[in-house]
């Protein structure tokens, strides 16, 4: 817990330092401190609801083993899992997503040292943090102050001061509180700071908004950075199509491709040949854009042709 929120403060920290953007060098840090802080946490919860839920297999676990550290902890996949399925802790589908990439750029920093380019990383970190943000407001804070209740044995008939002058006699009692202080003293630091990656990705969009605006309606999402970005052609040319903002670039099918397999998932989109345009499988089915973003519409990644535009939203 202690750990997790060092973690989520040093990523914060080599993030924001320099007055312009990070160096390569602070983008590595800090997806490998974010990462670790992402484990750290959501694990933390887990273990609110019951320490054998942080091993591998919880049939095997024991209180020994748990106390030592002596066992094989889960993935954060299962972490996941067990959040929702167990804790019932809501975690959107995109924020799923996002701890997903923040990993796969965690691993590849490690294993092969490179990584996406830095606005990517930038972008996929900023919201990898205002996720974990609301997570400790809404489900890490309140465990452990229930935690602490318990542990001071709160009577609502005591003041206040009373309450916690017999609440500090009890064994952990010390230890839960000065969490509880870390957790909010971490947290005012943060909300400071985190003001700043914000304003640098609003500002990146600002920047390129004026370029999008007439573009909303073949604007799709990016695979790479999530942002409203990615401007598919509506010339049928071929011409590898580029994300304003983050500038990853996607050449014919493989946009296509690459948008169900990271936005949609095998199980909501496909691609098919374009009717219009004819040539190869670039119509994506179950796309959005920008101009209608909560629609679920086929769109040609080559032409920006919409077949089925009519009555086409969900
Ligand atoms: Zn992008
Ligand atoms: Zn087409």
């Not at 943090?129 to 465990?143: A, K, N, V, W």
């Not at 670039?249 to 496909?270: H, I």
Request: proline share 4%; charged share 25%; aromatic share 6%.
């Amino acid at each position: 817990m202690r750990n997790g929120m060092d973690y989520l403060s040093r990523a914060v920290d080599e993030l924001t330092e320099r007055a312009g953007p990070p160096s390569d060098s602070d983008l590595k840090y800090a997806v490998l401190h974010l990462q670790a802080a992402t484990e750290v946490l959501l694990k933390a919860r887990l273990v609110g609801e019951h320490w054998s839920l942080v091993f591998k297999n919880p049939g095997g676990a024991t209180l020994e083993n748990f106390k030592k550290g002596k066992f094989e902890s889960c993935t954060i996949e299962a972490t996941l899992d067990r959040l929702h399925n167990i804790a019932q802790v809501e975690i959107s589908p995109s924020d799923r997503a996002a701890i997903k990439v923040l990993s796969d750029d965690r691993n590849a920093l490690t294993h092969y040292g490179h990584t996406a380019n830095a606005f990517q990383v930038e972008a996929r970190s900023a919201r990898v943090l205002s996720f974990l943000l609301q997570f400790i407001t809404e489900h890490l804070r309140p465990m452990l102050l229930a935690e602490f209740a318990k542990l001071v044995a709160y009577d609502p008939t005591d003041s206040p001061l009373v309450a916690v002058e017999k609440g500090l006699q009890q064994p952990g009692a010390v230890k839960a509180r000065r969490e509880l202080e870390q957790v909010d003293q971490t947290m005012d630091e943060l909300r400071m700071k985190l003001g700043r990656i914000q304003k640098y990705v609003e500002k990146r969009l600002n920047d390129i908004s004026t370029e999008l605006a007439p573009c909303a309606a073949h604007t799709v999402q990016c695979p790479e950075c999530r942002q409203w970005a990615l401007v598919v052609n509506n010339d049928a040319s071929w011409k590898a199509i580029k994300c304003r903002f983050c500038l990853a670039t996607y050449k014919g099918e493989m946009a296509a491709l690459q948008y169900v397999w990271s936005l949609l998932g095998e199980d909501n989109g496909t691609v098919q040949p374009c009717p219009n345009c004819k040539a190869a499988d670039t119509l994506v089915i179950g796309a959005s854009t920008a101009a209608q973003k909560t629609a679920a519409m086929a769109i040609c990644f080559n032409c920006a042709h919409t077949p089925y535009e009519e009555g086409s939203d969900v």
